[in-house]
């Protein structure tokens, strides 16, 4: 087999007017001039029309400067991910050409904005188009503000892509409603300076080089994972959230810093994350349904916390948005890398994988009930791009949402109890809970071996039965631990791993391999620890499996492995240099490596 | 009634000073007639972090320094509960001592007794950040807290001084359960194995309660008396500064308490959500 994959041009055809169902744009300047506003003008746009979409962005950690870049797919069908190739590139900069260059389609077009001059010479393919206009010379000189550059930069746009000039200026309204008046007035100027200006340039009303399709997508949620989670876990009950700012985790901090207190609770920006964890634990002693949540860097800080919760049988979700590590490593950039550190130490706990924004919020709500359940610590594993990437998501289904309370005793029950043993040997290792003030639940908690009064013991026969107990617990709710996700042949003797992120991809990269004659299956663990049985097997039941990660040395294969999954049927698919996986680099790699074997 | 766990006996080497303030912590709770269940007895690592186990209340074994943030936690979330945080010098010094500084600054309402001895008791003797080596004195945690903002309760007693030992503790609980705040209570509990400073600090002392002329809101004043007595040799116990800062707080209802039925809230749910539709 020696079948070459070129990238796809994402849906388009190689017309004179091409026709998109499904696009890339990215939007690329100097970072906190505003001209990324484009993007969401653009979502808007998009959004309207009924198309899918995903979103990215590709920043520097400082406040203000350095290269940003804004991305955009928009698709008629669901992607989750971005494509292969940038079909319009809109350029702010020199730097914005050289970056997107190795990635344009090559009948792509460019927008320039040529105010300092014309664009770099001999770095775009001669068949790409370039539009040249000086974006920020007539914001400035017709406009006396630089800032609506992204407006004059919209309305060019929207006449590359064949947007009716009276669709794209509602959408502008629709995107910019909350805004004043006379401010949505110089906005709307500002585009028709851009119209004008296409006139000029090439880009006539009612001759545009592209089209895009009509989407037809019922209503969706436009959210990120961060976002989905945090909802996820007020509505699962969640009233106390602590943390310390770390990118890419500080959103569900401030989510809840403005939700919680709605509701009666506290979200609370600690000193560190060593406090951030003690404070969810001092709440969740009480009963309140807590989370604590953190990055790589913050979230090994915390793991002395996470273990008491192990050993003192306390109930809290703490959720790690992995970023590019070790150490403070890549803050901004893409990594899961955290799979070693979320499963270290002999105590129980469940580590689960949410496999895209939307099951963020289902992975929350069972996350926050089965922390409960088990008195320990449930660990959710996100990533820099399911965190913090925005997508459309099907509406959640908030009538169904149910609570677990698990073992929690009410006053009354406990004043039926002849004697309450904090941690009483039970056959499911859970004890029953009497949180503090409640009569006659007297209780001591520690992280201290104990006896069941949780009065400290080192005696051996009891330190076994403790240990034993604990795991007990996560025996006992193996059969309700979320399923992966499946796609693809059954019966395919090729298959692909990979959790969090690299779900979509692997979908998008399993059709193409479907097309090149490479039937596979695709598993998308949403438990990872324990490792379930469903995960082996898949390993078991093929000849090849690649593992799919974004990491150095594959951790998730070593888990897998660990886990019973045969070494010898695994290949690692390994990118750790920051930037997500696309699905041709799968498609190249898997080709290649099948066709050698 | 129900049968529960039965207080274990003091862990602690005879005439050490943690008898003291498990004595006055007792005291005050029959004095306030608290229920126990009302209470939580939050405490450090060490030879002090063991009190929990022998007063019959609710009572939680926080990790090594992290006892303030832990307890901060649980006030936050049941503010109905009497949150007493006891700990060992190091705890709160060295290994705690950036929490020290928030908790202070943030006011929660709990109660922080620090048994300061000077010492690493349980590992056997080492020096801790109270401990004076050389030319320079250790740090006096008093004088800390006077510093940070937010500051609404600082005393410091003496183990042996037993009587007004109670009496502070009485007056931290108080100032906690009618919500002022944070109330920082430093005993000199002193270590008979590895530091015994009985005499020592006994010679030390100025009881600022015994003085008519001690205005322990006068923040200033408690600077200034703080410092002239050290220039002396010398420290200063008793309420060493109170504020009214915090008084009348309104106290929320324990959040463990409340109702998160989903279908209650499901409007606003909704509200949320919507605000995300494209």
Redesign the interface.
Known sequence: MNVAIKPEPSGGQAAARRHFSDINVMVAGQGGDGSLTIASLLS?LF?HRGFH?YSTSNIASRIKGGHAAAYLRASVKPSGCMGDVIDLLVAFDDEAVEIAAPAMAPDGIVVFDSSKGPPPTGVLADTIRVFEIPIGRLAVRDLRRDLLKNCIGFGVVTRILGIDDKDAEGSLRHRFRRIPEAAMETNIDAFRLGLANADENGLPAGDSPWTVDEGGRE?????SGN?AFS?GF????G??Y?GYPITPATEILTWLER?LP?????A?Q???E???I?????????????MAGSSGPGFVLMQ??VS?LGS?EIPLVVVDCQRAGPSTGMPTKVEQNDIGTMISGDYPRVVLAPADQGDCFEMSIFATNLAQRIQGPVIAALDRALSQDST?VK??D??G???DTGKRLTPDE??G??????YLITDDGVSPWA??????????????ERNE????SAEPKNRKRMVEKRARKIESVRGDLPKGKRWGDADAAIGLLGFGTVGAVMERAAERLAKAGVEVQILQPRTLWPVLDETVEFIRARRRVYVIEHNAIGQLAHLVSGGGAPKERMVSILKFDGTPFRAVDLVDFILEQEASL | MTKTYTPAEPIWCAGCGDFGVQGAIEGAIAQLAIPKHDIIIMAGIGCSGTLQNNVGTYGYHALHGRVLPTSTGVAYANPELTVIAVGGDGDAFAIGAGHFIHTVKRNPNFVYIVMNNSVYGLTKGQDSPTMDAGAAHGIDATRLALSIPGASFIARGFSRWSRQLQELTVAAMEHVRAGRGFAFLEVLSPCVTYHDTYVTWEGMLENLDDDPTYDPTDLAAAFARGVALEAQGRMPAGVIFRSDGGAGRKIPPAMALQDIDPARHIDRYNDIMSSYAV
């Open positions: 808007a959004a979409l209503e969706h949620l436009m959210i976002e909802f007020l509505v699962a009950g009233r106390f602590a939700r709605q509701f009666g609770g506290i609370m600690a000193e560190d060593l406090s951030a003690n404070l969810a634990i001092g709440a969740a002693m009480t009963g309140v349904r807590a002395e916390g008491q003192a459309t509406p959640f908030l009538s949402v149910e609570l406990i004043a109890l002849k004697e309450y043993r904090r949180v503090p003030g409640t009569p006659g639940g007297e209780n001591l908690v520690t992280g201290n009064w949780g009065l400290v």
